[in-house]
C-alpha cells in the first residue's frame, strides 16, 4: 500500500507559534483518515515520526495492519 501524510503549517497566537494540521493514511487506497492537530515544531514532528514508523512497521509485517496508539 502507499501511506500518505499532509501537513499543512501555520502560525497562531502571540507571539506568534507554528502550528500544523496533520492528515495521514497507512494506505492511500482506503477511505479511513487521521487527523490532528499540533502546536510546535516537536510536536509536529513527533506526529510525522511517529506515521513513518507505522509506516516501516506495515512493510515489516507483511502489509499487516498496524495498531494506532
Known amino acids: 500500500p502507499t501511506a500518505v ?3 499543512s ?3 497562531e497566537g502571540e507571539p506568534p507559534r507554528l502550528a500544523a494540521r496533520i492528515t495521514y ?3 492511500a487506497a482506503r477511505e479511513d483518515r ?5 502546536a510546535g515544531v ?3 514532528a513527533t506526529i ?3 506515521w513513518l ?3 516501516a512497521a506495515v512493510r515489516a509485517a507483511g502489509d499487516a495492519p498496524v495498531t494506532e496508539q
Do not use: G, M, N, Y
Not at 487521521?34 to 499540533?38: D, E, K, Q, S, Y
Open 5 to 7: 501524510l499532509v501537513v
Open 9 to 11: 503549517a501555520w502560525h
Open 25 to 27: 493514511s497507512l494506505d
Open 34 to 38: 487521521v487527523t490532528v492537530t499540533a
Open 42 to 44: 516537536d510536536e509536529i
Open 48 to 50: 510525522v515520526q511517529r
Open 53 to 55: 514508523h507505522q509506516v
